[in-house]
């Protein structure tokens, strides 16, 4: 098989590990990343996962959401709590728009649904690299400005939130967009439909969700969301 037209160098150099526990759909997806000279690495369930998290951080991790029939929301948790690696879900032909909108929002860079469509899938994990290689770009990250209201204090090159008592909160991928969403139109009135386009988070996720995104950001910035002084 020919090489994939336009993959990028950073594409081949990047250690994918691929964590589900259907032996089939894992293998076929291993196999065909590797049939693009793309390193793949195996793992049946959290277990293995872990270990090859042990080794060092690869460069993308892709999971089945319901990975070991728990919590289907609680392993992205676990590695978003722990490492900042991107993360493709993929999500049952059944699951509805909130199903992927939690995911988003907990973390998971994007998300496909099953049956695989296996180009689909490697075309998502080169977006997936590119828009991280261009924000870890050292040009990029000298122009990321950081940001002061109220007390607290942002970070955007390390997306670093700290109330203020100099206490670190942490913030999932869509609470984050939404708050540079605030910060980078201070003073404005800003409409759902505004803030769908500055989160950008996935073309898929409803509107409604910005309403979900907007009171667990007030929450964490311990404000009353029946009374909201910062947004």
Known sequence: MAPFEHASANLFATRIVVA????VIRKRIVDYLES??????AASGAIELEREMLVGDPGLII???QLGHTDRFSLLRKLRSRTDVPIIV???HGCDEIDRAVGLELGADDYVTKPLNLRELLARIRAVLRRRENVSSP????M???Y?????????????LTDPDGCRVALTKG?????????????RILTREHLLRATHIHDDVFDRSIDVQILRLRRKLKTDPSAPQII
Not at 148 to 160: E, N, Q
Request: no cysteine.
């Open 63 to 65: 999971f089945d959401i």
């Open 36 to 41: 693009y000279g793309v390193r793949a690495r």
């Open 20 to 23: 589900d526990d259907d032996p």
């Open 90 to 92: 993929t999500i049952g």
């Open 139 to 142: 040009k990029r990250k000298a």
């Open 148 to 160: 002061r209201f109220g007390g607290w204090h942002l970070s955007s090159r390390i997306r670093k």
């Open 175 to 187: 609470e984050y967009a939404m708050l540079m969403a605030f910060l980078e139109a201070p003073q």
């Open 144 to 146: 990321q400005p950081t």
